[in-house]
């Protein structure tokens, strides 16, 4: 067969290319979805905050002129500073079905990575913990939610062969928000708050002040759990402008405390399901298309992409009652703006409290996505 050529992406016409190089792959997928490709254009460009604490290169496998695959390769200082571990990530990965393409591709990241000291590779994060990760290795019979993958079966195996091992599993929840909670947790949902306790809706009149509070809840809640690498003020200021488009504060709850926030659950609309058919592209009707869906025939599914406690509530005594009084809040909004299902995704699969609290409230694993590891 013809040889394998690796070209490093620079400029905007390699990074257009770069960005749709898994839309054949997917050819006869019904459940792969294109992501917008304007977005992925904000996502992996420094428009990024991330770029602003992070190394990054991409490229794109060739052969015979075709464009057969595609890798990146990125050093994240903050999460170096967190772990100065010496570990390198790579992501974005997707290629056609052949072990000569894969080892090309991971040879070029790994080397990369190697000759910038780095001893160890974790992967895939597209670009980094904080935003998408993983590699779909269970769940490929439904369509993904807002910003997470869908692979092919396959890559997993060609991952393994290059000798690469399971280093943390992560699962996605469904729960049908038609389905009344197991008795046992309407009972406890039944009971008076405690004393001081309320359950509100993100201040849209105070937004940026409101991220920043979720922000601060989220990095005290998580810093303890594998990978954890802290949301920088920067990165937060990139989110409220990313998400506030999204947001419906109908779809949020936040629990006060004697007036301080101590959790949070931010719930978006799932726009997969609005953009499954585009292809990616908004032009030359992909605008009306979309703002039709969402305006006029709604979506239906929807996917708890944030969610976190602040540590001294959590193990408090009434800290099991809070993400309960959150994931209630959401479904009967939910319920109300029309939803039918939503995602909990995703969470780590040796975080048996937050499994419990989900599976307890009648919600289904329904996807499971591996991070692998390799020595350098």
């Known amino acids: 067969m013809a040889p394998i050529s690796l070209v490093p992406v620079e400029g905007r016409a390699l990074l257009d290319r770069y960005i749709r190089v898994p839309h054949p792959l997917h050819r006869g997928d019904p459940h792969y979805i294109a992501p917008l490709h304007l977005e992925r254009l904000d996502a992996l460009t420094p428009k990024n905050p991330f770029f602003g604490h992070a190394d990054v290169q991409f490229w794109i496998a060739q052969r015979d002129g075709r ?30 079905d052949d072990p000569a393409v894969f080892q090309a591709l991971l040879r070029e990241a790994e080397g990369w990575l190697r000759t910038r000291g780095m001893r160890r590779v974790l992967g895939p994060f597209n670009l980094n913990i904080n935003e998408q990760m993983g590699l779909l290795v269970e769940g490929f019979d439904s369509p993904p939610m807002l910003l997470m993958e869908h692979d092919r079966p396959y890559v997993a195996g060609h991952l393994e062969a290059q000798g690469y091992a399971k280093e943390k599993d992560v ?46 809840i989220f990095n005290d809640a998580w810093r303890d759990n594998w990978g954890f690498v802290p949301l920088t003020d920067v990165e937060t200021d990139h989110l409220a402008k990313s998400l506030k488009p999204l947001l419906d504060p109908r779809f949020t709850a936040i629990v006060e405390q004697h007036g301080e926030a101590v959790g949070f659950l931010v719930a978006l609309p799932n726009l997969n399901e609005a953009i499954r058919d585009l292809g990616g592209n908004l032009l030359p009707f992909g605008w009306a298309k979309l ?56 969470i780590l699969e040796d975080n048996r409290a937050m499994r419990q609290i989900i599976e307890n409230y009648g919600s289904v694993a329904y996807k499971r996505y591996r991070i692998y590891g390799k020595a350098l």
């Not at 996605?172 to 406890?188: F, I």
């Open 171 to 216: 699962f996605a929840y469904l729960h049908d928000l038609r389905t009344e909670p197991p008795r046992a947790v309407r009972r406890l949902l039944e009971r008076p708050l405690p004393p001081g306790f309320a359950v509100r809706r993100v201040d849209f009149k105070r937004y940026d002040e409101e991220i920043r509070t979720v922000t601060a």
């Open 67 to 96: 464009d057969v695959g595609r890798i990146s390769a990125q050093i994240d200082h903050q999460a170096l500073r967190v772990r100065p571990d010496a570990t390198g990530h790579f992501g974005m990965i997707a290629a056609e």
């Open 291 to 346: 703002l039709w869906r969402l305006k006029v025939r709604g979506l239906k599914t929807g996917r708890v992409a944030l969610m976190g406690i602040k540590r001294a509530a959590s193990a408090s005594l009434i800290g099991s009652l809070i993400p309960f009084l959150m994931i209630d809040t959401v479904r009967q909004q939910g319920l109300k703006l029309g939803f039918t299902q939503i995602e909990l995704s995703w």
